[in-house]
């Protein structure tokens, strides 16, 4: 009896470890990612026939650009009220799930002196909308997990897209606006306002002049107290989604522009990353109260760690919970010099590093602290990236998050209006995306690295560095 219990045991640890086995190197998780040599891996679909890569894509001139906004209780009423401050845009059609919204935006078109445009209303109204024959583009502002459905609906109608941040919930969405952009050809821009804030922007154009050496590490993120704007969203869909999904849900602020110093699927591409979280308190408090639930899957505090082909990582945050200052980081370290955007802004160099035309006579970089004030300024000046020294002065009037909104707008206008390639492409929208799925998953397993997909199918070293295409 004992030796047949025995046996039974050794038979259980042979099974569980050929099983253990099983997973940890090919077996398949049921759902839409693998086990392969000690990483979780989400699936890749190959290119289908016909499709074909949106790099550096660029459609037809369109000298004015016929645009419908779907999504206008939040962000919305805002992006509506930039583009009637740009030249050659005709507003055609406005889409809410609300009438009241659709009203409210109709003003900004009647101040500014435009058509009224088209009113369309209900949860499927944008469908008539992308359905219309005079619309080049649909802008859309709504919640987040309508973001895929309306853009493929719109794509698929021959409508270019550019959609609020995060472009897509899961992998599987973001391949699905891959997929759609490569086959329709039609453009797929996310959002992402932060690449032109006035001090990213700067650094990006320093960082490609080599100004910091060579990059070794990045940070960026989302810290944010909700707590005062919880209620604000329609129907509680933010704390909703919180509530039912893990990890870096909104990463994209302080990820992108971090991407774009970094050259991202642009000869360099991002490898593999882990993630942790805390577990909820504050969060689960607040949905206990206003939902009713007694569980909260994302964390107060995420931290994701992410490694890039050149040697590089990037550490990520997410916090939206706890009662601390806003923050996005924004750092960049290198071999010969560092940017740093909160809570203070500021550079620093080793000596020799800047130009000596631009210090002032005398002037002694000191490689253990930010430069003066004085030289901070002027370095700003020196660096100021050209899109800003074009439009900088009327976005600061316009306004959208200190006017980073409207140079993003005003961008994406211009290089539709020229026939050229968008400064965010479709492929950038999905990597910065990912990372919420990506992140949870690596949680989910004790901080497991986590395969980054590449989204470019390979063709992510083809060109060599940013470039913000101008005429």
């Known amino acids: 009896m004992k030796l047949n219990r025995l046996f039974l045991f050794c038979a259980m640890l042979c099974m569980g470890a050929m099983m253990q086995s099983c997973c940890c190197d090919n077996g398949i998780s049921g759902e839409n990612y693998q086990f392969k040599d000690g990483m979780i891996v989400f699936d890749e679909p190959a ?59 109709q003003k900004y078109l009647e101040n500014a002196g435009m058509p009224k445009a088209e009113g369309y209303v209900g949860p499927e109204a944008y469908k008539q909308l992308c359905e219309r024959d005079d619309i080049d ?6 919640d987040w997990i309508h973001h895929v459905p309306i853009a493929v609906y719109a794509m698929e109608h021959g409508k270019h897209v550019a959609i609020e941040v995060p472009a897509a919930t899961s992998v599987e969405e973001c391949w699905q606006l891959v997929d759609t952009s490569e086959r329709t050809r039609r453009h797929c821009m996310m959002l992402e306002n932060c690449v032109y804030d006035f001090f990213e922007l700067t650094c990006m154009n320093m960082a490609h002049q080599g100004l910091f050496g060579e990059i070794l590490h990045a940070e960026g993120a989302y810290i944010h107290n909700l707590s005062p704007f919880w209620d604000q969203y329609h129907n509680n869909w933010r704390l909703d989604f919180n509530q039912k999904h893990r990890g870096d849900v909104y990463a994209t602020h302080g990820f992108g522009p971090v991407c774009m110093a970094l050259n991202i699927h642009r000869g360099n591409r991002l490898t593999h990353l882990v993630s942790m979280d805390t577990k909820s308190v504050l969060g689960l408090e607040k949905a206990k109260a206003k939902m009713g639930v007694t569980e909260f899957a994302n964390g107060d505090h995420t931290s994701t760690l992410i490694a890039t082909s050149s040697g590089q990582t990037i550490e990520l945050q997410h916090n939206v919970y706890t009662p601390r200052p806003y923050n996005r980081l924004y750092q960049l370290t290198g071999t010969k010099g560092f940017a740093n955007k909160y809570p203070v802004d500021g550079f620093t ?20 602290g930010f430069v003066s ?12 990236h050209p899109i800003h020294k074009e439009i900088a002065e009327q976005a600061k009037k316009v306004g959208g998050h200190g006017g980073m909104d409207f140079v993003m707008d005003y961008r994406l206008v211009y290089c539709l209006h020229n026939g050229l390639p968008l400064d965010q492409d479709v492929y950038d929208a999905a990597e910065w995306s990912c990372i919420g799925e990506l992140s949870a998953t690596s949680a989910k397993h004790n901080s497991m690295p986590v395969a980054v997909p590449d989204f470019t199918r390979g063709d992510w070293n083809k060109i060599q560095g940013v470039k913000f295409h101008t005429k």
């Open 47 to 105: 290119r289908a026939v016909g499709q074909e890569s949106m790099l550096q894509f660029a459609a037809d001139p369109i000298p004015v650009v016929r645009v419908g906004f779907v999504g206008l209780g939040s962000r919305g009423p805002g992006a509506v009220n930039r583009f009637t401050h740009l030249e050659g845009v005709e507003i055609k059609g406005l889409c809410d799930i609300e009438q009241k919204n659709v009203d409210k935006c």
């Open 349 to 368: 160099f080793v000596q020799g590093q800047l130009p000596e035309e631009i210090l002032p006579e005398g002037y002694k970089i000191d490689p253990h």
């Open 373 to 384: 004030d004085e030289v901070k300024q002027i370095v700003k000046n020196y660096y100021q």
């Open 137 to 142: 583009l649909i802008y859309i502002a709504t």
